[in-house]
């Protein structure tokens, strides 16, 4: 028998998250001060952020060091007198995932291997060191998010959730779940805690009065009020289930709800192709469907954002077309897009 397509990658992957993950979890709610920034585009970064990856380029950079990687992260802010007192943090950190320790200079030289300008030819890595920064913040959810892309197909995506239980129903039971896909071989789970992977797949709800629906917990990323109104249209009655991070498309995944909204709060902002690599092969493997506002297929070969597509809509593949139908006639009224 031969080894299944994108084995060595899948394995290599795990790792990388795994540890990422680990790492982040160690300074998860133990953040002090001088441990976040804001970035230039107002949003937040911690030491966590940035070390997870430095661990990840690392991995991969040992596995392929062919392969350009598409990350969010870059070192400006770790850089020069100022930013000597984050860096010395961030390398300690990142150290306490690695054999073989990285200096300041190897560290930065890590982070910016995440610099590539992404496109539509050849291999390359998206990576979202933590998703939901926000959501780390507050003690909430975050995930660790790559994904390989080949000429512009999400081909395998490899996911950490520290902080989301293992079973949706025991909230309060263990916590810590790694979901993998490899495009055409399905979507597993398995828990940070145990080698086993347990096939996944999305809920084939029979009527949208019985469905849920995911979306982002800040309304800045995500206009709450069009999805309240989407809703209605649809007949789901459930309140949504607010999380932040791609941890909503792994809880579509798993068959924990029914339908993802993203919806643009304003008409410039781009998505980012680390936003959603991972999480939209998740959900396509697990019988789903995943579009932007328009039905139209996320595209991932446009460089470092999706910038030929408009939110995201994810849903069972039974209900896509008439999520689309309501997200249409609610967002354009008149028939215009
Ligand atoms: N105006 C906006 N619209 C949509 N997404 C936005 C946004 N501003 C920031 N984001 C993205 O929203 C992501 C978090 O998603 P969610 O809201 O679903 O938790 C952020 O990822 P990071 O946390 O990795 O920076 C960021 O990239
Ligand atoms: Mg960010
Ligand atoms: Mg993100
Ligand atoms: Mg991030």
Same mark, same amino acid.
Not at 64 to 73: C, R, S
Not at 81 to 91: A, N, T, Y
């Given at each position: ?265 304003? *008409? #410039? ?6 936003? !959603? =690599?991972?999480?939209?092969?998740? @959900?396509? +493997? &697990?019988?789903?469907? %995943? ?15 999706? *910038? #030929? ?6 849903? !069972? =593949?039974?209900?896509?077309?008439? @999520?689309? +139908? &309501?997200?249409?006639? %609610? ?7």
């Amino acid at each position: 028998m031969s080894a299944l397509k994108f084995a060595a990658e899948r394995a290599v992957a795990i790792h990388a998250v795994l540890t990422a993950s680990k790492v982040c979890q160690r300074v998860f709610t133990k953040l002090v001060n001088g441990e976040t920034i804001t970035k230039k585009d107002k949003s937040p970064v911690t030491i966590a952020d940035f070390s997870a990856q430095a661990v990840i380029n690392t991995f991969l950079h040992n596995s392929f060091p062919a392969d350009p990687i598409v990350g969010e992260e870059d070192s400006k802010d770790l850089r020069g007198e100022e930013g000597r007192p984050m860096r010395e943090k961030v390398l300690e950190l990142a150290n306490s995932g690695l054999d073989s320790p990285l200096t300041e200079e190897t560290l930065i030289e890590a982070i910016d291997r995440g610099m590539y300008a992404g496109g539509a030819h050849g291999r390359m890595w998206a990576l979202d060191p933590i998703d939901g920064t926000k959501g780390f913040l507050r003690g909430e959810q975050f995930a660790v998010c790559l994904a390989l892309i080949v000429d512009g197909q999400v081909e395998l995506g490899v996911m950490g959730c520290p902080n989301l239980p293992v079973d949706v129903k025991d909230q309060n039971g263990e916590k810590g779940c790694l979901f993998i896909t490899v495009k055409g071989q399905g979507a597993f789970q398995r828990n940070f805690s145990s080698l086993t992977e347990t096939p996944i797949s999305m809920s084939a709800i029979q009527s949208l009065n019985d469905a849920s629906f995911c979306e982002s917990v800040e309304s800045g990323h995500s206009n709450q009020s069009d999805s309240a109104r989407i809703a209605h249209l649809l007949g789901i009655t459930k309140p949504p289930v607010r999380m932040d991070s791609q941890c909503k498309y792994s809880t579509l995944a798993r068959g924990d709800a029914e339908v993802y909204l993203r919806l643009p709060v304003n *008409a #410039t902002y781009e998505e980012k192709i680390w936003d !959603h =690599a991972t999480g939209s092969l998740l @959900v396509s +493997e &697990a019988g789903g469907i %995943v579009s932007d506002i328009h039905g139209k297929p996320l595209d991932f070969s446009k460089g470092r954002t999706l *910038a #030929t597509n408009s939110g995201v809509v994810a849903a !069972h =593949a039974k209900i896509h077309n008439k @999520v689309i +139908e &309501a997200v249409q006639k %609610v967002l354009f009224p008149d028939g215009k897009l």
